[in-house]
């Protein structure tokens, strides 16, 4: 809310919880357009929720624990869009401590998209990805037959097999808490890299199972970057 672009949206999709959102969101409802409390199934589902209510001209989805950096990100989305007459826009992203977010443990600097970047294990980080509700609309919300690499899939489906225009603006622009659910153990990085193969397989796309090695190996950098 304390973003300086004024005309935002604001769309709250919570699982039912029991901890009290509840009652901080009542303090909010003059600046709250909507919002739903009830059991769903996963995060993905509550983003397609999001999707269904959304009015908006972009959309753009901020997880519980993630932050934008300063005021100013929204607007820069809406005019990097606007300039580039782009159908979608991403920039950097700094994975934060999850007890301490002033300490970066890790960061992921993007680039501009071109063809042949998937291949090689890249993809934009999803917490700063905007879409115009237009493509969303198009070529589908949140695939529910992933349980971690939907995010993953949506962004090759729209950048890859459908070649929509994106822009990037080399900035960080979201803070994300560590942990998630992708990064939690070693398993579920394996699981998270078998369904963005398997991602590939779904849109018709061909792919070396090499990708399975070349997208972990990317995250390496992320690391040599935090400081």
Known sequence: MSQDYEGIEYLVVDGGSADG?????????????????????????????????????????????????????????????????????YGDLEYVAEN??????????????????????????HPTFFAKKSIFDK???????????????????FLKKHGIKSCYIPDVLVRMRNGGKSNKNLWQIIKANMECYRAWKRNGLEISPL???????????????KN
């Open 21 to 89: 959102t509840l009652d901080i969101l009542k303090k909010y409802h003059d600046r709250i357009q909507k919002y739903i409390s009830e059991p769903d199934n996963g995060i993905y589902d509550a983003m397609n929720k999001g999707i269904k209510l959304a009015a908006g001209e972009i959309l753009g989805f901020l997880n519980s624990g993630d932050v934008y950096v300063d005021q100013t990100v929204i607007g820069q989305i809406v005019k990097s869009i606007q300039t580039h007459n782009a159908d979608c826009c």
């Open 211 to 225: 990708i399975m090695l070349k997208k972990p190996a990317s995250k390496l950098i992320q690391y040599a970057r």
């Open 139 to 157: 070529y589908g919300g949140f695939d529910l037959s992933y349980d971690i690499g939907a995010d993953y899939e949506l962004m090759l489906r």
């Open 100 to 125: 301490n977010p002033n300490r970066t443990v890790r960061r992921w600097k993007s680039q501009l998209y071109r063809d042949g970047l998937f291949e090689k294990g890249w993809h934009p980080p």
